[in-house]
């Protein structure tokens, strides 16, 4: 993969994509951007990775061991999901020190390795849980933030949940940083925070920075997204692959776990007339396991660690009551995965694919309200400049 030489510019955006998965920032980008660079260390997303995009990009293997001169050019974009597992209980896990939310660290040397070589990516986004910003205390964000401040970048982060686009509930952590030569455009700033993508734990996370990384902090603003017209009965398989329907002492089960309230739920999805499709949770309430559902989205999708997070779906037609397992590709549906994606063939693979990525239209969104207008503005400038010469 040869570099192309420094000050490369080329006619579409670039971007790095770090701790790839199976690609979705690529599967929200890739109309628009060229991905000239991608890494990730699991056998079964990059394989997937390359039956959906040949691969020539991607690299298999520790970030650990990927080194500057691999990356080729000066991108516009480093995109960074780096694992949440030690982030997401709010000092509890190993944090920015653990052995997976840590690889935050070997990501952050790549960045100033190249900004060494003058060859920084212009902007960076950061993907994580929204525990993130109150691990430690908040000590863990708190060195992000200090690293991107003295790394020449100004920032600011966003809760952005995917329900917004898709039915299911996910917020999660997006930290935006530019480079500090790049003027940001007052569309896509605010003077403070909006309680749509800066919710209290956002702006905590910002009133416990020292003053000095303050002043390196950008309140971002992006539009609200058209209404959600998507519901769960709209992602199901009408035949269901790899996954069969429960017997119906299961489903029958299901049901004798319930409090009156969710069979509240229940009896007015048979009174709607047509099929409803909800998500069934399976709690802890006081020492009695509970089955709870809801009708307007899905949980979070997580990682199918000892089967314990695969979601279970109700369908409600009528008097008619069946219960199953999510499918595959149910799960990239909620994920925004275009039909055509090619999943893992193997249900853990696909699945664990799907609940540790980031959901597509959340990025394409992020993509098109602010990272291009950015650089935009970035390209502009250096247009002028070289006009001026």
Known sequence: MPAPPVG???????????????????????????????????????????????????????????KAGLLPGAADLAWASFPCQDLSLAGVGAGLNGARSGTFWPFWHLVRELRAEGRAPRMLVLENV???????????????????????????????????????????????????????????????????????????????????????WIWWSLPRPKRRGMELADIVEGEAVGVP???????????????????????????????????????TRQGVQRAEVRFDMAGCLRTPAGGSSRQTLLF???????????????AARLMGLPEEYRLPARYNAAYHLAGDGVAVPVVRHLAEHLCEPLLARANHGMETANERQ
């Open 8 to 66: 490369f510019i080329s006619q579409m955006h670039t971007f790095y994509e770090f701790f790839a998965g199976g690609g979705m920032v690529r599967a929200a980008l890739s109309a628009e951007w060229d991905c000239v660079f991608a890494n990730d260390n699991d056998p079964h997303k990059t394989a997937a990775y390359r039956s959906n995009w040949r691969g020539d990009s991607l690299l298999e293997g520790d970030i650990r061991d990927v």
């Open 130 to 216: 929204y525990g993130a910003l109150r691990s430690h205390g908040g000590k863990d964000f708190a060195a992000i933030a200090k690293a991107l401040a003295d790394g020449g970048y100004r920032f600011g982060a966003m809760i952005i949940d995917a329900a917004l686009f898709l039915p299911q509930s996910r917020p999660r952590l997006f930290v935006v940083a530019v480079d500090e030569p790049i003027p940001v455009p007052k569309a896509v700033a605010l003077d403070g925070p909006d309680s749509l993508w800066h919710p209290k734990a956002v702006a905590e996370a910002h009133d416990r920075l020292f003053p000095a990384i303050q002043r390196k």
């Open 245 to 283: 329907w429960h017997a119906p002492e299961e489903t029958a089960r299901l049901l004798s776990m319930m409090t009156e309230v969710n069979l509240a739920k229940v009896r007015e999805a048979k009174r709607a007339g047509r099929l409803k499709v909800g998500a069934v949770y399976k709690r």
């Open 316 to 330: 409600v037609e009528g008097s008619r009551i069946r219960s199953r397992l999510l499918t595959p590709r149910e």
